[in-house]
């Protein structure tokens, strides 16, 4: 399984970025995506995660800090997962890291349900 992040930047306080990550090696319908990200200094942390299940579609959850900004969303004919990034704050600043895990439900959070890890794409956001 591969997954290929892509699409940080610099950008200002209050702008936006959408990052991607294309996945491969794995029938990517079934299973849960999620973002992560590694400030300097500071440890991994949850961003956001979706997953689909069969009765209701797609769900999706945030981590508090980033909830009401950023919106996570999947192309599953493209294999790919979305992060879309609007009103970023200095804090968001950090490597971000797309991931692959095989559970569903409860929708993982943490960074040992994870299976498959990209290499991380850099956001600064200036102030």
């Known amino acids: 399984v591969q997954l290929q992040a892509s699409g940080g930047g610099l950008v200002q306080a209050g702008g936006s970025l959408r990052l991607s990550c294309a996945a491969s090696?794995?029938?990517?319908?079934?299973?849960?995506m999620g973002w992560f990200r590694q400030a300097p200094g500071k440890e991994r942390e949850f961003v956001a995660a979706?997953?689909?299940?069969?009765?209701?579609?797609?769900?999706?959850y945030y981590a508090d800090s980033v909830k009401g900004r950023f919106t996570i969303s999947r192309d599953n004919a493209k294999n790919t997962v979305f992060l879309q990034m609007n009103s970023l704050k200095p804090e968001d600043t950090a490597v971000y890291y797309c991931?692959?895990?095989?559970?569903?439900?409860?929708?993982?959070?943490?960074?040992?349900?994870?299976?498959?890890w990209g290499q991380g794409t850099l956001v600064t956001v200036s102030s």
């Open positions: 991931a692959s895990s095989s559970l569903i439900q409860p929708i993982p959070t943490m960074m040992g349900r994870y299976d498959y």
């Open positions: 090696g794995r029938t990517f319908s079934r299973y849960t």
């Open positions: 979706i997953t689909w299940i069969t009765w209701s579609g797609d769900s999706t």
